[in-house]
């Protein structure tokens, strides 16, 4: 996520902060001196969002750590003004591994919240029958908002925790599609009424109920895009007619294929050698050129990428282009050498192509 630093790596997952958290700490400081508070209250006014934060990066940790079990790895987690996200590198498809993964977070405040009550009832100043006695204390606060975090997130709001559970149970009985649009449907409608209560009460609401909106969307179209790769393998939608460059060709070479035809990204061969060595992509030629590496060979240029076979399913392609950040994979099979290629472009379009062809339409599944 941009506008986000890294402040800890904990059991190997990255924990990041965005700048509007910072925003926040200074607007609940500010706030509190602005209502004639102290500067120690305004600092424990922070002191107390930042706790509240630990038990949500606590949360995100027991969904990372449950994901961990099944071998989906967690890219990182974000903590914003509006609470913790947790990126997985995807979503399990069995439903039991994805409730479990949900439920893992409010589970661990539950835990915490015991843990607070634990830790009253070791303080003769409260009284459980006298609310007033509570007010002030910080313990007891944080009990409040761990119960908060816990109900709140089951509410079945996709893509929030309660959500995600209620897509899997759909998805025990629904194709996965239509699961997931379901409940990004009944996400939207709760996103609206958190939308109405945060105009005439919470502000808060308001950002969650964008947050929750926005999201749900994202995340059905990105759902309903993978549902397209589906079952389809490589040779049906790679690239058959394209040039390749040696790796020892000048660079001038290469300038010259990309402004002749419509190609971007060339696959590198060595000599008469089958396997590609890597592959070109037009930014790294831009690179080269813009720093005034003219005299290098395309093969010093190039970077290496994974080669995909005919029959790999294009999905996993594409998930392994994502991951590495290339943007195109040259096909290779046995004792032909390079038959085609995979470009990102090239699977936007197959995408287009399928969508508009109606393969998505409920019923023409063929993953539940
Ligand atoms: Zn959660």
Redesign the pocket.
């Known amino acids: 996520m941009r506008w986000s630093w890294k402040i800890a790596t904990v059991s190997g997952i990255p924990v990041r902060i965005h700048a509007t958290f910072l925003l926040l700490l200074v607007w609940i400081f500010g706030s509190h001196l602005a209502g004639g508070q102290s500067v120690t209250q305004a600092l424990e006014g922070v002191g107390l969002i930042l706790s509240i934060f630990g038990c949500v990066v606590l949360?995100?940790f027991?969904?990372a750590l449950t994901a961990k079990r099944f071998g989906v790895v967690t890219r990182d987690i974000t903590l914003l003004p509006i609470?913790?996200v947790?990126r997985l590198e995807r979503i399990p498809e069995k439903p039991g591994q994805e409730i479990a993964i949900?439920l893992?977070?409010?589970a661990v405040n539950l835990v915490i919240a015991s843990a607070l009550i634990a830790v009253l009832s070791f303080q003769p100043q409260v009284d459980w029958n006298n609310p007033a006695s509570l007010e002030q204390n910080v313990p007891a606060r944080l009990l409040l908002i761990n119960l908060v975090l816990a109900i709140f997130?089951l509410v079945p709001a996709f893509p929030?925790?309660g959500g995600?559970v209620l897509r899997a149970l759909l998805a025990t009985r629904l194709p996965y599609v239509r699961a997931t649009q379901i409940a990004a449907n009944v996400g939207q409608g709760i996103a609206l009424v958190f939308g109405l209560l945060g105009l005439f009460g919470n502000p808060m609401l308001l950002f969650i109920a964008l947050f929750v909106f926005i999201g749900a969307g994202q995340e059905a179209a990105a759902v309903q895009m993978r549902s397209v790769f589906d079952g389809i393998p490589v040779s049906r939608a790679m690239v058959r007619d394209f040039r390749t460059l040696d790796s020892r060709d000048p660079l001038s070479r290469a300038v010259e294929l990309l402004l002749a035809g419509n190609q971007q990204d060339f696959p590198i061969v060595s000599g008469s050698a089958e396997e590609p060595v890597g592959v070109l992509a037009r930014s790294d030629l831009l690179t080269a050129l813009a720093s005034g590496r003219i005299d290098v060979t395309v093969g010093e240029a190039g970077r290496n990428c994974d080669v995909a076979h005919p029959s790999d399913m294009l999905e996993d392609v594409f998930r392994r282009m994502q991951q590495s950040g290339c943007p195109a994979v040259p096909v290779v099979e046995s004792g032909r050498g390079i038959v085609g290629m995979v470009t990102l472009e090239n699977v936007g379009e197959f995408a287009m192509v399928q969508s508009a062809l109606g393969k998505n339409r409920p019923g023409h599944q063929n993953k539940a």
């Open positions: 949360h995100e027991g969904h609470g913790g947790a949900a893992a977070g409010p997130n929030m925790d995600r």
